[in-house]
């Protein structure tokens, strides 16, 4: 594993199902400074998807492959 | 094997490659069984099964007798349809591990889904049918209701995504400062063993059906699992297809979804030509627009359609629950109004069945089905353009502003 930078924020969408995923993520990434790291958090199956493929289409970067974590799934994008 | 079993159960599958599955499936089902994949009209039943049991007289209502209210659901091949779906969902989540009790933490979805739930099944009713029989299953048989559907579902979902963005309905999200611990993995893996005994069962159930010549049954019930099977492994969601172009620009189910509709049609339009079979059409009348608006605003509400709320309440989501009594709950005060609240003279007399078949021959019906469908995509990518578009002139301003 990458030497990982601890993240500034984390979202905790466990429990949300979608849209909400996806909106709370990219609205958290739009109010962060430049560079941040946000750390999310996300038990909904369909956000496994189109979270990252949303993040990464609205021009954010990825600090490290999204790790399964049993049922849930964890993402770190840099804003 | 084990990278195949990895693929099977551990990752998602496409969606254009489910969809085009499930298109041939449900073209397949219709040739051997003259009806059509649909859930919603199942819920009505259902209801009508409730309200029978609570000692309700509703021998006089005509909308049960018009869906065919006979036997229980387990007697009726729509209810298999249902059921197994349920079991095919249920049974593809165990197998990959993926089950998992999952309580929003916003208390206001519970509502939400409840009262877009009840919007939902009974716009779906009014128009007689869902996003499958007056959507993916409804162009397919050429019926023209399906065609007003899909634009007033469109419309419908607009106004339901204008909605999710409203503070007040998304609620705030708990974004914490610093890093925070993910939930601890449990080391005993159990639920594919669960998984695989419901196979088990089921298998025999179907085999049952078949033995004692069943067929209808047999049919519904393996049908149903392998639909149930294809939502849940491809995340196939009716609601997002239009609300997400809207709400984040996101367009692949859309594609999808247009893409299995096509396949869908020419495999169906060959099946009614061959075994000369007559389309299934539905009345297209005000009450199909109507319909189709309140449908497209209910699902949105609610974060889930009548088919995408099965696996996901299979996958421990605990808010479609409430969307699923909130479905049954509309299509049944549906079928009470049909009559007694003169739904029926206002929105549904002045209508009639047109069938594309009939208007235009087969030729023409299969040609002017594809052009519709070819406009859906090339609007879809439109959307998906204009609001990244949007997106970069929005940052542009933000930047210099800065």
């Not at chain 2, 009726?76 to 990959?96: E, K, T």
Request: hydrophobic content about 50%; proline content about 3%; glycine content about 12%.
């Amino acid at each position: 594993m990458q030497a990982k930078k601890e993240a500034d924020f984390t979202l905790d969408l466990r429990g949300e199902s979608c849209p909400y995923p996806v909106i709370y993520t990219l609205e958290a990434l739009e109010g962060m400074n430049n560079g941040e790291l946000l750390q999310v958090i996300t038990d909904c199956p369909g956000s496994f998807r189109n979270v990252p493929e949303e993040a990464l289409k609205h021009g954010y970067k990825f600090a490290q492959e999204p790790v399964k974590n049993g049922q849930e799934y964890l993402f770190y994008i840099y804003a | 094997m084990k990278t195949m079993i990895h693929t099977i159960f551990q990752r998602y599958w496409n969606p254009y490659v489910v969809l085009l599955i499930a298109g041939l499936l449900s073209a397949l089902y219709f040739g051997l069984t003259s009806t059509v994949w649909a859930v919603t009209g199942e819920f009505t039943r259902l209801g009508g099964d409730l309200l029978l049991l609570f000692g309700v007289d509703i021998s006089g209502w005509e909308y049960f007798d018009m869906v065919h209210l006979k036997g229980t659901t387990w007697s009726r091949p729509d209810g298999w349809i249902v059921w197994g779906m349920f079991i095919g969902a249920l049974m593809m989540v165990l197998l990959s591990n993926n089950f998992k009790i999952r309580l929003p933490q916003q208390k206001r979805r519970y509502v939400q889904g409840l009262v877009g739930g009840i919007i939902a099944g009974f716009g779906a009713r009014l128009a007689l049918g869902c996003n499958l029989a007056a959507f993916f299953t409804g162009v397919p048989q050429f019926s023209i209701h399906s065609w007003i559907f899909i634009v007033a579902t469109g419309i419908g979902t607009f106004f339901g995504a204008k909605l999710t963005k409203m503070r007040w309905w998304k609620g705030r999200p708990s974004l914490t400062r610093g890093a925070a611990k993910p939930s601890k993995i449990k080391k005993n893996v159990i639920q594919p063993y669960i998984g695989g005994a419901i196979a088990i069962v089921y298998i025999g159930l179907m085999i049952y059906f078949f033995a004692t010549g069943q067929h209808l049954l047999g049919l519904g019930a393996l049908f149903g699992l392998a639909f149930g099977i294809l939502i849940e492994r491809g995340q196939i969601c009716f609601t997002s297809a239009f609300r997400d172009l809207f709400l984040v620009g996101r367009s692949v189910m859309a594609k999808a979804i247009i893409a299995g509709m096509a396949i869908s049609s020419i495999v169906t339009i060959i099946v009614i030509s061959i075994y000369g079979l007559t389309p299934i059409t539905q009345i297209a009348a005000p009450s199909t627009f109507v319909g189709g608006v309140l449908f497209g605003l209910g699902i949105v509400m609610a974060s889930g359609c009548e088919t995408g709320m099965m696996y996901r309440l299979m996958e421990g989501q605990v808010l479609f629950l409430p969307v699923f009594a909130g479905n049954i709950i509309g299509a049944t005060f549906l079928a009470y109004a049909w009559d007694h609240l003169g739904v029926y003279n206002v929105l549904v007399k002045s209508g009639t069945k047109v069938n594309l078949i009939d208007t235009i021959g087969p030729v023409g019906a299969i040609l002017a089905t594809l052009a519709m469908l070819g406009v859906l995509y090339a609007l879809t990518i439109y959307g998906e353009k204009r609001y990244h578009r949007n997106l970069t002139m929005k940052r542009g301003v933000k930047e210099h502003a800065s």
